[in-house]
Structure formats: structure tokens, C-alpha cells
């Protein structure tokens, strides 16, 4: 059974910096697609950010050269840093996987085949 579970959230000031984990069981992360995505209160979800099976990484033009996506193999776990974090950035985080995806600079993002979602992470910037 897959499982990806989210953790690193918490409450910052603006301009500060939080760094996210997704744990990923069940499967190799490594052979999936995988994103950060996000959802402020009564807002829709969108995309953070992607990573491709080939390491080719997107971002959504809100968080472009604020925060950085990787993935460590070794521990199947993936990362989102995240630094000038300012109060529009507070969400919830969620980490998902697919055979295909990729978050558009838009903020949009697409799927192909099954997704697997964690629960999400709170995170909340303070002005």
C-alpha cells in the first residue's frame, strides 16, 4: 500500500523559511512523478511544484526562486525548502505522486494514471 506522509510544517514569520519532508512507503519514489501542492482556506488547490522521473523540475511562477523541490532516493523522501515565506504563502502542503505529473507555471497542474495523496501539512506565515 502506498503512503506518502507529510511533515515540517508550523507557524513562521514572513521572511522566514520552513523546509517540508514527504515520506514515501509502499513503492519507490523514485519511479513516479511527484509534487508539492497546496490549498489556502477557501481557495482552490494548486500546484507548488514537480518533479519528473528524469529530475526535470517546474515551479508555479508564485514560488519561482522562493522555494526549491528535490528528492532524496535514498530515503524516498521528498522535500520542498521553502525561504521568504510571506502570508500569502500560508496552505496546506500536500505531497502526491504519479506515473505522470507536472505542476504549469500558472499553478495548474496534471495527473496521468493513479494519484497518491498525503494528508497535507499546516503552514501558516505571520506578518
Given at each position: 500500500q502506498v503512503q506518502l506522509v507529510e511533515s515540517g510544517g508550523g507557524s513562521v514569520q514572513s521572511g522566514g523559511s520552513l523546509t517540508l519532508s514527504c515520506r514515501v512507503s509502499g513503492d519507490t519514489a523514485?519511479?513516479?512523478?511527484m509534487g508539492w501542492f497546496r490549498q489556502a482556506s477557501g481557495q482552490e488547490r494548486e500546484g507548488v511544484a514537480s518533479?519528473?522521473?528524469?529530475?526535470d523540475i517546474d515551479y508555479a511562477n508564485s514560488?519561482?526562486?522562493?522555494?526549491?523541490i528535490s528528492l532524496d532516493r535514498a530515503k524516498n523522501t521528498l522535500y520542498l525548502q521553502m525561504n521568504s515565506l510571506t502570508p500569502k504563502d500560508t496552505a496546506m502542503y500536500y505531497c502526491a505522486e504519479g506515473l505522470r505529473l507536472r505542476v504549469s507555471r500558472s499553478g495548474a497542474y496534471s495527473f496521468m494514471g493513479t494519484e497518491y495523496?498525503?494528508?497535507g501539512t499546516q503552514v501558516t506565515v505571520s506578518s
Open positions: 523514485s519511479n513516479y512523478c518533479i519528473d522521473t528524469n529530475d514560488v519561482k526562486g522562493r522555494f526549491t495523496w498525503g494528508k
